[in-house]
């Protein structure tokens, strides 16, 4: 037996904040859009290198306020590219944690935190 990635899905409220969030503060990419009809709720996958995120208006898919922790080999780099972009509504800081790894913490417009940490797992 074998499980494969999982791909999490966070609550988004509003497509405009969403995208400003995960695509120009964060550096996703948006991989593809759906929605079944015009005016319906958006649901959409970002990715940042093997990082994989669904984000969804559907209120029955997920509850906000979610937390995950990504793993990165580059947790200072990424959070230099952070600070750069001068984001009004997160400058995150980087943490030293009681297990020996450094944590970067954010939450996105929506309550769902996301964990960078250089706590990467083998």
């Known amino acids: 037996m074998s499980f494969a990635k999982a791909t999490p899905i966070l609550r988004i409220f509003d497509e405009a904040k969403a995208k400003e969030f995960y695509v120009d503060f964060l550096g996703f990419s948006v991989d593809w859009e759906h929605r079944f009809a015009d005016g319906m709720p958006l649901y959409m996958q ?12 559907h209120h029955g898919d997920c509850c906000p306020g979610a937390a995950m922790r990504i793993e990165t ?50």
Not at 46 to 57: A, F, M, Q, T
Not at 97 to 102: A, G, L, V
């Open 46 to 57: 970002v990715s940042k290198d093997g990082c994989v995120l669904h984000l969804s208006e």
């Open 73 to 122: 080999d580059e947790l200072e780099a990424f959070h230099t590219d952070l600070m750069a972009k001068r984001y009004q509504n997160a400058r995150p800081g980087i943490e030293e944690t009681p297990w020996d790894s450094r944590d970067m913490s954010v939450s996105d417009p929506f309550g769902n935190r996301l964990t960078f940490t250089n706590a990467v797992s083998t």
